[in-house]
């Protein structure tokens, strides 16, 4: 792993609280990433996340060509901590604007595992860099529609190049995980006809599996279920060398971050014959949707584009992984790479 640029560990002054910034790259502009507070074992495992979660930014912002670089926020909350709530949490979250904004715009902040719109609201009293603030103040709120609509149009890409143009009606899927953006691209892909399988750690989101005509498995079960399309939608790491040797699906492409527990895990599914869309470009949808509404000050119709663009790029990188017999990640890698060392090529225009 390439050493960040920039890492923050500091304690808040309202809270006493440690808030860790990492600043992966800037080298094709600001750095972006959302705000995880979640709890940790101990403060050094949030530091190790938020510098993982970061260059996975990196990357995700580099493939979806957009002109930013990659960050992340983590507060690393006890195990034992009641739920951060009224003052407590709108102290932390000034707290957090704080240091966001003593980065002088070098950092973009927005909502992510254990964040949300409306505490981006709390994080804009004290800084204006900070993506998906709620619609009706001006931001461009939920950004799981445009995440949603990234991975559908990846799914798009899959069915063209990996499934020889199958249509929905005739594909089948295992969706793991019906949060947010689970359940919205399960929603499309049920009324679109497709064969579904669904699947959450929650057994009361079995209800959606009846309203969508949909099987229902756990999601240990779901995981490995013969389908065209495997869609994980929730934690990381559940492509591990056991479930990979195990898994009974063509393709893989889903929303979870860092879905591989290690690089190697690629080619053991590429060796599978099983397409993995790699991950930092299937989740993009929220940061290209957020920038383009926020700093671009783009159209919807021209979100759409962008976001069905999603599916193009994805799809120049399956041909290409196709044509050098290689796992798709080692030709997203080497473009990300490309990207930014281009970077540092003068311009003559
Ligand atoms: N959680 C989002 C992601 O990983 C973070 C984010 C969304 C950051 C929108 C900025 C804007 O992509």
């Known amino acids: 792993m390439s050493s960040p640029q920039n890492l923050r560990v500091e304690?808040?002054?309202?809270?006493?609280?440690?808030?860790?910034?990492c600043i992966d790259s800037t080298t094709l502009g600001s750095a972006l990433g959302g705000c995880r507070i979640r709890s940790y074992t101990s403060w050094q495992d949030g530091v190790r996340d938020a510098v993982?979660?970061?260059?996975?930014?990196?990357?995700k912002a580099a493939l979806a060509g957009l002109a930013h670089g990659g960050g992340k926020t983590v507060v690393a909350l006890d195990p034992h901590d009641a739920p951060l709530t009224g003052a407590s949490r709108r102290e932390l979250l000034q707290d957090i604007g704080d240091v966001v904004e003593s980065l002088d715009g070098q950092y973009w902040t927005g909502p992510?595992?254990?964040s949300s719109p409306e505490d981006m609201?709390?994080?804009?009293?004290?800084?204006?860099?900070?993506f998906c603030r709620p619609q009706r103040l001006g931001g461009s709120g939920d950004s799981s529609g445009p995440t949603a609509a990234g991975v559908l149009a990846c799914i798009r890409a899959v069915r063209e190049h990996?499934?020889?143009?199958?249509?929905l009606t005739q594909t089948s899927f295992s969706i793991v995980g019906l949060g947010h953006v689970g359940q919205l691209v399960a929603e499309h892909l049920a009324s679109s006809g497709a064969r579904l399988i669904v699947s959450d750690i929650d057994p009361r989101r079995r209800e959606l599996a009846q309203h969508w005509h949909a099987g229902w498995l756990e999601p240990d079960e779901a995981l490995l279920a013969e389908v065209d399309v495997l869609v994980?939608?929730?934690?990381?790491?559940?492509?591990?060398?056991s479930t990979v040797a195990a898994l009974r699906c063509r393709a893989v492409v889903g929303p979870a971050n860092n879905q591989l527990d290690a690089?190697?895990?690629a080619d053991l599914l590429h060796a599978r014959g099983i397409t993995w869309a790699p991950d930092t470009l299937v989740s993009a949808g929220g940061i290209v949707a957020a920038t383009g509404h926020e700093l671009q000050h783009?159209?919807?119709?021209?979100?759409?584009?962008?976001?069905?663009?999603?599916?193009d790029r994805l799809g120049d990188i399956l041909q290409e992984a196709h044509q050098k017999d290689q796992a798709p990640l080692h030709v997203a890698r080497q473009q990300a790479k490309r990207r930014l060392a281009r970077a540092h090529l003068p311009t003559y225009s």
């Open 162 to 167: 990996v499934l020889a143009g199958q249509p």
């Open 121 to 130: 609201a709390v994080i804009n009293e004290r800084t204006e860099y900070v």
């Open 298 to 311: 783009l159209l919807d119709h021209e979100i759409q584009g962008l976001l069905a663009g999603i599916g």
């Open 112 to 114: 992510d595992v254990g």
């Open 263 to 265: 690089d190697s895990t």
């Open 11 to 21: 304690k808040g002054r309202r809270t006493g609280r440690t808030i860790i910034v």
């Open 52 to 59: 993982r979660l970061a260059a996975a930014m990196t990357e």
């Open 232 to 241: 994980p939608a929730a934690v990381g790491g559940v492509l591990t060398p």
